[in-house]
């Protein structure tokens, strides 16, 4: 590969896309690829090998069984732990996310184990489940705007002493802790239960991931115009709405 190039790898499509989080994938490969990017985009089935020389793996949401395979096989694989350990950026949505944790309660009702690649340990909540739009401030260390995306979980995720939130929610659950956390990252992997897909709702997230991969602290500008469209229907749209039916603004 030459300097220029970024390997993108697309993880357990035939598990872990549910809810439309290839879109992230296409996102990513989009933007780069504006940017004068060699891409080449790997979408990993879960009866292939995880590479390990990739620079950026995306993971997304699935149901309960797809999620207990998925954790099964990459835990088997051992191939995403070698990749972080060279490196790499993991991007991971929901199931995805809780994977990545320590531990999750699986479609039997049973502890799951994760990869440990993120301070985090999911149990199933007792209550409502956590449906709806988000808008929440992202962690202000990693110079992003608002999150906006949408979220539909059962899950209660608590934050290690190694884990970082994401974002605070103004709207929404997040982690459904109570404590208005939502998602967590270390320095290479970023988990969270948005969906939209989350990386067409913020396109800036994916311009992260870049910069990350690259080790570079800026990147070429792009036409925005459609996403900036996008992000404005969804927080704009959502508050003027609020305004409509007499609640306040988030």
Partial sequence: ???????????????????????????????????????????????????????????????????????????????????????????????????????????????????????VVSTRGEGERCVGDVLGDIDPRLGLPQLTGFENHQGVTHLGPTARPFAQVRLGKGNGTGDGTEGAYNDTVFGTYMHGPVLARNPQIADLLLKLALDVNALPPIDDRWYEALRGERCCGRCSRRRRRGGSDP
Avoid: K
């Fill in 1 to 119: 590969m030459s300097d220029n190039s970024l390997r993108l790898v697309w993880i357990y499509p035939d598990l872990l896309s549910t809810y439309g989080d290839q879109g992230n994938a296409l996102v990513v490969e989009r933007r780069a690829r504006q940017r004068g990017l060699d891409v080449a985009r790997l979408d990993v089935r879960s009866d292939q090998p995880i590479p390990t020389s990739g620079d950026i793996y995306l993971i997304g949401g699935g149901e309960d069984r797809p999620q207990r395979l998925a954790a099964e096989r990459l835990r088997r694989d051992g191939g995403l732990h070698r990749a972080v350990g060279n490196g790499a950026i993991v991007f991971s949505v929901c199931a995805g996310y809780q994977i990545l944790g320590h531990e999750f309660i699986n479609d039997l009702g049973q502890r799951e184990p994760g990869l440990g690649l993120l301070d």
